[in-house]
């Protein structure tokens, strides 16, 4: 489980202020930016909006009405992930596979008799992908031009050499529990090729040194504002 919509609400309203700031620029004047959760996940829904309100269909949980194959198949290591969105990367599977006799099968021949067969044709893919590692898969069929990848486990992205080479997962030294590892946010920037790698501040470590340091509280009125609750600095 992961919060799609919180992280993604953070980017898209990153996002939002990059604009206005731009906008700033141009012509002197602010505006506020409205980012909302709801409007977010819509936003990643836009096939399942257009198609409704082109031909009135309401998808549902599961497999797409009008495409297949699409989804993660077994392989003997593993899934991929398969993707045929029309009937120009169908033929190139059938080719793979060599079951040309499902080009024109009329239960396999457009996008909706194929998601009408899916489970005819779910078995023939993996019986085909059986034998196969999910690297020999992607190979294979990538060079076929089936869009295909493999379906990582979180120990592959640890593992994996790309990962590694991008820098997507940083080092973290926490004091409490070590060194742990995070994804760090994706765009890389070239005027910041590296970033901080500070763990989270506990509860008021900060308070002290921004109060005193940056806005010339004397000590005593830091210790005052401490001691009636109204900061808190960790001390």
């Not at 392989?75 to 024109?104: F, H, Q, S």
């Not at 210790?223 to 960790?234: A, E, H, P």
Request: hydrophobic share 35%; charged share 25%; with cysteine.
């Amino acid at each position: 489980i992961y919060g799609m919509a919180d992280i993604y609400s953070g980017l898209v309203t990153a996002y939002g202020i990059q604009q206005a700031l731009f906008m700033r620029e141009r012509t002197g004047l602010g505006q506020l930016v409205d980012s909302s959760m709801l409007d977010n996940m819509i936003s990643l829904n836009e096939s399942m909006i257009a198609l409704h309100s082109a031909v009135g269909q309401s998808p549902h949980r599961g497999r797409p009405k009008n495409l297949y194959p699409r989804g993660a198949y077994k392989t003997k290591d593993g899934y991929i992930a398969l993707n045929v969105p029309d009937n120009i990367i169908w033929r190139r599977l059938c080719e793979a596979m060599g079951r040309e006799d499902l080009i024109e099968d009329e239960r396999a021949n457009t996008g909706t008799a194929r998601s009408a067969n899916a489970d005819f044709l779910k078995s023939i893919i993996e019986d085909w992908l059986a034998p196969m590692t999910r690297a020999q898969a992607v190979d294979d069929l990538n060079e076929r031009g089936v869009p295909t990848g493999p379906v990582n486990t979180v120990e592959d992205i640890f593992d994996d050499p790309q990962v590694e080479a991008r820098g997507i997962l940083m080092t973290v030294k926490d004091p409490d529990v070590g060194d742990i590892r995070f994804a760090r946010t994706p765009p890389h920037l070239s005027a910041a090729p590296t970033l901080p790698a500070n763990p989270a501040p506990n509860l008021g470590q900060h308070t002290r040194p921004i109060l005193q340091d940056l806005l010339g509280y004397a000590p005593s009125e830091v210790d005052r504002l401490n001691s009636d609750g109204v900061v808190q600095t960790g001390d």
